[in-house]
């Protein structure tokens, strides 16, 4: 008999499993599914650190880091959604350090916290720089010692609706190859990012999206779609991050005259302006002529070897490996990349969707925290505080419903599906459509849009749709087939393109990571100040609008 659990977690990254153990902790029967192992989630690339307003660097308290957070967010956050956020970090960063989670440490022995980009105060905890490192093997830790079971290595492909309510999953097995329906009285998406829509980017290659593209097969809502934050400080040419910790510690960003050219854009807060700021600086320089082979670079010289030993070890080693350059001696080349979706799935406080018994948390989900530009930092603390939460509610709410199980029929209807992909024998593998929509995405919605460029996106996209219609996997084995896993990575990521494109003509006006300063330089409150929702209806991406909920802070001009 096919399984079901009260509570079915899809994703095992810090949102996933953070959600489980509190589900667990409510009394439910939870499991957790994963395309990769939970360690490996991408979750454990985060190197900087975690907001909380723990108040051990300078006085810091939970409305301050709301102003930052709003602020930061271009006023597109949800202020109700961003006020729960910074009241409960401090009591959910405790909880982490008190199940082993490494901090580094004060000189006193308190949570050490670093100053991040467009903070008031320096909030960002942090384990020198392999702080998602730290943190999933902790979760992790607690996941094993609860007995979680987990559904490891295999690859959520449908949700499954009966009667109004999301009863579970069709999940291929990447191991044994098969697709198996696990049935759930409420089901968390924490499936991340979609980082791999661009060609440059900081995410790694699990993050393709599925879980929002689910969600809108559906007929769930996507949120802010348009806002892909791009981070000032990636690695040239890999994408690698290079954390927003090394101007944490001091660290200067330099054009080719050797200037640091932040004092013309953000004159007071200088290599601490927010992401979208800084990307928007770097690009300018670029494009102007004052950037080094497409690049600018970040000096951490004048930090000294033993404090970059300390606490920028990885980023040393990240940049001996990957650019063969020691920042002890040299800059480092750096450009802006795609890095964090501040858009996802729809949910209210709780997680929870429009779908009775959906719930979403962490990178996939759009409650909204982050608004049109995410802090550095807030990232970790929502996977944290919100998997939480909605790891509470969906328990609860499992609690009171009746056994859920995936229909027969749903099933057959993905075998029938699954049966005919596998079964084409002639057609274009998919790497090259990935690929092309990789670049495509990179050239035409990027630090800065405009206007024809994302009409021509949306008919590159739909020249590559056509050619998918007609995609062949090659591979016809059951065992770690990932040419097909592929195969359906790249039908989740041609659906965002879309929604992205949609969303971004929309958005007449420059907010946030939504920079367009040929057409719309400015912010538009009057019309604006609201967030784009997408649905899947008719074959295409519908447009709609949501109020933003404001609870103090009005909109105010925004300088760094
Ligand atoms: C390099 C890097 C550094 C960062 N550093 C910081 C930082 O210092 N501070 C900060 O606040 N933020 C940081 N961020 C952002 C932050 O790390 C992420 O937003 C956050 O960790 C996402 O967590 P998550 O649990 O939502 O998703 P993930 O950790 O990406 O986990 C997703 C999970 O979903 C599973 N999954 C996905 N699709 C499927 C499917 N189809 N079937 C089954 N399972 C699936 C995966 O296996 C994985 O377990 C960083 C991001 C990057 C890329």
Known sequence: MEASHDVLVIGAGLAGMRAAIQAFDEGADVALVSKIHPTRSHSGAAEGGINAPLGNASEDNPELHAYDTVKGADYLGDQDAIEILCSEAAQDVYELEHWGAVFSRTEDGRIAQRPFGAAGAPRTAYAADITGHVLIQVLYEQVVKREIPVYDEFFAWKLVEDGGRCV????????????????????ILATGGAGRLYAGTTNAYACTGDGMTMALRLGLELEDMEMMQFHPTTLSPTGVLITEGCRGEGAYLLNRDGERFLARYAPNAMELASRDVISRAEQTEIDQGRGIDGDVMLDLRHLGAERILEALHGTRELSMVFAGVDPIYDPIPVRPGAHYHMGGVDTDVWGRTALEGLYAAGEVACVSVHGANRLGGNAL????????RAGADAAEVAHGAPVARVPESALREAEAELAELLGRSEGERPWKIREELAEAMQ????????????????????????????????????????????????????????????????????????????????????????????????????????????????PAERTY
């Open 381 to 388: 603390m929502e996977t944290i505080t919100f998997g939480r």
């Open 443 to 554: 050239v035409n919605f990027g630090v800065f849009r405009r206007e024809e460029q994302m009409l021509e996106l949306g008919r590159i996209v739909e020249g590559l749709r056509e050619r998918y219609a007609r995609v062949v996997v090659e591979d016809k084995g059951e065992v770690f087939n990932s040419d097909l896993t592929q195969a359906l990575e790249l039908g989740f990521l041609l659906d965002l393109a879309d929604c992205m494109v949609v969303s971004g003509l929309a958005r007449k006006e420059s907010r946030g990571a939504h920079a367009r300063p040929y057409d719309y330089p400015d912010r538009d409150d009057e019309n604006f100040l609201k967030h784009t929702i997408v649905r899947w209806a008719d074959g295409g991406p519908q447009l709609d609008w949501k109020p933003v909920t404001i609870t103090k802070w009005q």
């Open 168 to 187: 579970g999953v069709v999940a291929w097995d990447l191991v044994r190859g098969g697709l198996r329906a696990i049935g759930a009285k409420t089901t």
